[in-house]
Structures are given as structure tokens and as C-alpha cells.
Nanobody, 118 residues
Framework: VQLQAFGGGLVQTGGSLKLSCAASGGTFKSRLVGWFRQAVGKERENVAS????????RYADSVKGRFAISFDNAMNTVYLQMDNLKPEDTALYYCAVGKQFSLEYSIWGQGTLVTVSS
């Protein structure tokens, strides 16, 4: 499986963006899938994850109530809907996936940059 994230861009505070992570060479069925972000000078943060076909959704406290992770019906694309964006959400966002039924991430995609202006 290879991953490609896209959908980032420049948005004003309070705006929304929807990121997509497309899988090629496989699907997200029965896998742990997560969205991560890393801002300049900060550690990587796991902002959202979804496991085993829409189960066990988890969010970082910093994005709860504002971000939502979901799959498409074919389970080869995972989305991150981001609403009410704040300047502190500015970061490089990327997706990662684990092997089937594994709780560890093993494949990482390239990032897409999200910039939130104040």
C-alpha cells in the first residue's frame, strides 16, 4: 500500500478544509489508519485515528469537536474534515496506516500543508 495525502491549503481562522488520503495497491480494510501533523519546532501529533473498519475513532484533545475522520465506501480513501480551524492547526498533515490487524503504523504518506491565517 502506498499513501498520498492532499487537500491542504491556506484558510482563514474559523474556516474548513477536508484532507484526503488515497491508498494505492490496497485498501484500508482491517487496518489502523491515522492522521498526524507536525508544526515547525513541535513534535509530531496523532490528531485522529480509526480502526478496523470505522471502529474505535480517537481524536487528540486539541481537535475534538472540530475534526472528523472517515472512510469512503470503497475503503481506499480516508478523509479528515477540519472545521473551525485555528492558527495553531497550522502544520504539515500526513496519513499513516498499519498492516492488517496491527496496532502499529508501518506505512507513511507524504504530507499536505495546512496554513491557518489569523
Amino acid at each position: 500500500v502506498q499513501l498520498q495525502a492532499f487537500g491542504g491549503g491556506l484558510v482563514q481562522t474559523g474556516g474548513s478544509l477536508k484532507l484526503s488520503c488515497a491508498a494505492s495497491g490496497g485498501t484500508f480494510k482491517s487496518r489502523l489508519v491515522g492522521w498526524f501533523r507536525q508544526a515547525v519546532g513541535k513534535e509530531r501529533e496523532n490528531v485522529a485515528s480509526i480502526r478496523w473498519n470505522n471502529q474505535n475513532l480517537r481524536y487528540a484533545d486539541s481537535v475534538k469537536g472540530r475534526f472528523a475522520i472517515s472512510f469512503d465506501n470503497a475503503m481506499n480513501t480516508v478523509y479528515l474534515q477540519m472545521d473551525n480551524l485555528k492558527p495553531e492547526d497550522t502544520a504539515l498533515y500526513y496519513c499513516a496506516v498499519g498492516k492488517q490487524f496491527s496496532l502499529e503504523y508501518s506505512i507513511w504518506g507524504q504530507g499536505t500543508l495546512v496554513t491557518v491565517s489569523s
